[in-house]
């Protein structure tokens, strides 16, 4: 199992945000004191983040962006949650062509992995 980081848990948090505004003191309560570095480290990964100055708390808010630039070609996607089979036939995009995230009956949300053709 991966282990869970301050980077991973500020990238859960801006993604479950789906789009939305998420403000700095939630992503440090998450990410730690040193959370800007870890937000630089996910956009140098390819992971858009925007910022914006939040003056009433003189602190940022941020958000990732979600790329829906191309629908996904029909495929077979699996559920990557240990041991699961549950497959289902299409997927929100991600930032890699070949996962995207869906619903699995027994993990909830969850990262699906595209099958070989």
């Known amino acids: 199992m991966e282990r869970e980081t301050n ?3 500020i ?3 801006l993604t ?3 789009g939305s505004w998420v ?3 939630a992503v440090m ?3 730690g004191s040193r959370f800007g570095g870890r937000i630089e480290e996910l956009r140098e990964a390819g992971y858009k983040i925007e910022g914006k100055r939040n003056e009433r708390y003189a602190l940022w808010d941020y958000r990732l962006e979600m790329i829906q630039e191309k629908p996904l070609p029909p495929a077979l996607w699996k559920c990557t949650g240990g041991g699961c089979h549950y ?3 299409m997927v929100i995009p991600t930032i890699a062509d070949n996962y995207g995230t869906g619903y699995c009956p027994e993990h909830g949300k969850s990262t699906f992995r ?3 053709a």
């Open 11 to 13: 990238l859960k948090l």
């Open 7 to 9: 980077k991973t848990r």
């Open 23 to 25: 403000g700095g003191s």
């Open 114 to 116: 595209k099958e070989a």
């Open 87 to 89: 497959q289902v036939a």
């Open 29 to 31: 309560a998450v990410g």
């Open 16 to 18: 479950d945000a789906q």
